[in-house]
């Protein structure tokens, strides 16, 4: 059985728009709230990638430590402890570096935010 990634993205179209923007080369530009916390940030960064692949934004659908740090302005460890603990809750994919939403957690991701957000 395959994920029809276009539906699963479809879904949660507009609770993304919500969140970010991207720009006609594929830049993915959160929208500034101190509601959402450092953890969220880089989860909605690493779902929007797959939107930005998707549209056609982008080659890639996957970041790294370096992007993610540089795209956000975290230091290297703040990066490599909630890459730690997105993956052990299961949002996110790795492999050699590189890592990914998966597809069937940005409903988890996006509800987890926003009652962070609607609680601050």
Not at 30 to 57: C, D, F, N, Q
Not at 79 to 101: H, M, P, T
């Amino acid at each position: 059985m395959t994920v029809n990634v276009e539906d699963k993205l479809s879904a949660h179209k507009d609770k993304v728009k919500q969140y970010m923007e991207f720009t006609e080369n594929g830049e993915i530009i959160l929208k500034e709230s101190t509601r959402i916390p450092t953890w969220g940030r880089v989860a909605l960064y690493m779902v929007g990638k797959l939107y930005a692949h998707y549209a056609g934004l982008t080659l890639e659908r996957h970041v790294s430590h370096k992007e993610l740090k540089t795209a956000l302005n975290l230091p290297e460890g703040t990066v490599k402890s909630i890459i730690f603990r997105l993956r052990n809750d299961g949002w996110v994919l790795s492999q050699e570096g590189l890592y990914q939403a998966r597809y069937g957690s940005i409903n988890t991701i996006l509800d987890a935010i926003n009652q962070i957000a609607e609680r601050r």
